[in-house]
């Protein structure tokens, strides 16, 4: 994901992010005007399309987004700008969708917008809007750097060089562009080129220019410091200037990076007070979110120890390790086979598993992976005789689509072990999938179908953000299919759902907020009526003490409760995020708005 400090200036003037020359003070009424110069439907709407590259796609255009397409469309690169922030986002009553937002970034960049085309590039390149296509990306990369100048596109136009992905690979030109990128004070080609001089065995010049860019306020350069230091790679062992730069890294600078929070939170879990504890364990956690395997490793081996104070649940240990594996950190896959070795309770024992991934970390280079390997002997030779339906060190995702085609190849029981195991390492997308087969049965798998056991595995799934399974589930609960109904259950568990942004899943959350509204405000009209009105025996003595006068009563009696009907269901972590948190973990805020939270 590209991070803040990698966006042109121009952008970033937009963005509020960089001081701009200072505006003339405006008044009270002209900031609320400007401030209501936001997309609502109130105000009008209309259909449209943008295509993002890869395919037309529908949009609504509330109120002044109207205005800001037809600016588009005539070429007006700030009406694409506002556009594609507002579908970045979300504004006003426009939902967030990164497919359309990359429609309006290349149209931008097709009318001149540098930024535009390095921002479109970088979410093409990394299939954020649903499809990858390099040559596109590397096209949209050149023409933002040849045209634009925006020196975020020609950082991205040198990687394509550097990887000869979408044009025939030139390393040397790459390299060229972001020396001469990074001298201008381009962080992103800095970072491009201290990763090209790390694999080139030039540490101490990749360091140079971490520390450059540390200088800078860029956290990757605080956080590639910190691991330096910390682990003694190119630099000399320094814990407590690791500590520094790491604390640094994760707030202090204008953006913060993952694994500079990563060890800012290893050295907070170390200080040995509870709160700097629990601001470290979240850190942890956080950071491994938002890519970091170090954060990941670091938060398998917490819940490991499990010291007082600590918010890493022992369930969390072995996913925590396979996040890491699949980023490709190798202490990540050793400590996930340990686990295997020993068993742990959340993983049942399997050498075999276990002797896979400590091999996995040794072929990484993980030297004590290998030493572990050497010591298994006789064990570790039988466990390598071994064939499984799928490699453990696969990443997760690479073995539940595998498990998905052993099913359709007549192999169910090889599927349903993959799962399993998946699920017992506390993978969401393993519990959705178990949760499904046992929901509705699967020839081969599961041939018996256990509505409980399905919904407790949702309901797992959902509890770590699963939508699917929060929005399946929630309706489970709001229908009692399966489940006692529990409407205020269903509702808080829609919440999760509505994360995903998909306006179906707000529009199922309202609807319930609705009918349980009603329902609220018709138990208070019960309750009032009841404290309002006699029982009617009470009347009936009144009348049979009056019965030879004319009067008589009038009252009705308390309505029939009727239950809210449900229509027909038809089943239909970003920078700025995580500095959101990071603010609200490390004590600069109280305020957490962020996904992360």
Aim: charged content about 25%; some cysteine.
């Amino acid at each position: 994901m590209r991070t803040v400090a990698m966006l042109g200036a121009g952008l970033m003037l937009i963005l509020g992010l960089v001081p701009a020359a200072a505006p003339p003070v405006a008044s009270a009424a002209a900031a609320a005007a400007a401030k209501e110069r936001l997309p609502w439907s109130r105000d009008g709407w209309r259909h449209g399309a943008i295509h993002n590259g890869r395919q037309n796609m529908p949009v609504i255009l509330p109120g002044i987004a109207r205005e800001w397409a037809d600016g588009c469309a005539g070429g007006k690169v700030a009406d694409c700008r506002r556009l594609a922030l507002a579908f970045a986002r979300g504004a006003g009553d426009i939902r967030r969708d990164i497919r359309i937002a990359v429609g309006y970034w290349l149209a931008g960049c097709r009318a001149g917008d540098g930024a535009a085309c390095g921002e479109a590039a970088a979410i093409i390149r990394d299939g954020k809007a649903g499809y990858v296509d390099f040559n596109l990306a590397f096209r949209t990369a050149r023409s933002g750097c040849k045209t634009g100048g925006d020196p975020e596109a020609c950082a991205l136009m040198g990687l394509g060089l550097y990887r000869g992905e979408g044009t025939p690979r030139d390393a040397a030109q790459a390299i060229a562009m972001w020396r001469a990128g990074c001298a201008d004070g381009g962080m992103e080609a800095c970072r491009l080129e201290a990763s090209a001089r790390r694999e080139a065995g030039d540490p101490a010049g990749a360091l140079a220019l971490a520390r450059k860019a540390c200088d800078s306020g860029a956290g990757w350069g605080c956080g590639q410091l910190a691991t330096a230091h910390r682990f003694g790679e190119g630099a000399s062992a320094d814990p407590a200037a690791a500590a520094r730069f790491a604390e640094r890294g994760c707030g202090a600078a204008s953006t913060s990076d993952a694994d500079a929070c990563a060890h800012h939170g290893h050295f907070l879990t170390r200080a040995g007070d509870g709160p700097a504890m629990e601001r470290g364990s979240r850190l942890l956690t956080r950071a491994c979110l938002a890519g970091s395997a170090i954060g990941c490793f670091e938060a398998g081996e917490l819940g490991r120890r499990n010291p007082p104070g600590s918010k890493i649940a022992a369930w969390e240990v072995a996913l925590s390790y396979r996040d890491g594996c699949d980023k490709g950190h190798a202490p990540s896959c050793r400590e996930l086979g340990a686990l295997y070795l020993e068993g742990n309770g959340q993983v049942s024992r399997w050498p075999d598993r276990a002797v896979a991934l400590i091999d996995h970390a040794c072929a990484l280079g993980d030297e004590p992976a290998c030493a572990r390997a050497r010591r298994l002997g006789p064990v570790a030779e039988a466990a390598r005789r071994r064939t499984f339906p799928v490699h453990p060190a696969h990443s997760a995702e690479d073995q539940i689509a595998a498990a998905l085609a052993l099913v359709e190849a007549g192999r169910g029981q090889d599927a349903l072990e993959v799962i399993a195991r998946l699920m017992e390492e506390g993978h969401a997308d393993a519990s959705w999938v178990l949760a499904g087969w046992l929901a509705y049965g699967e020839p081969g798998v599961i041939d018996t179908p256990n509505r409980a056991q399905a919904v407790t595995l949702a309901e797992n799934a959902a509890a770590q953000g699963h939508a699917a399974a929060a929005r399946w589930v929630g309706m489970a609960y709001w229908e009692g299919d399966g489940v006692t109904t529990d409407r205020e259950k269903a509702k808080r568990i829609m919440q999760i759902a509505m994360r995903s942004g998909d306006p179906l899943d707000e529009a199922l959350y309202r609807s319930m907020a609705g009918n349980i509204e009603r329902d609220r405000q018709k138990a208070e009209l019960d309750r009032r009526l009841a404290e309002n009105y006699r029982p009617r025996s009470f009347w009936g003595e009144v009348i049979a003490g009056l019965a030879a006068s004319s009067w008589s009563p009038s009252y009705s009696a308390r309505p029939a409760s009727a239950g809210g009907g449900w229509a027909n269901y038809v089943a239909g972590a970003s920078q700025r995020d995580f500095d959101a948190f990071v603010r609200y973990a490390t004590g600069a805020t109280t305020a957490c708005r962020s996904s992360y939270c």
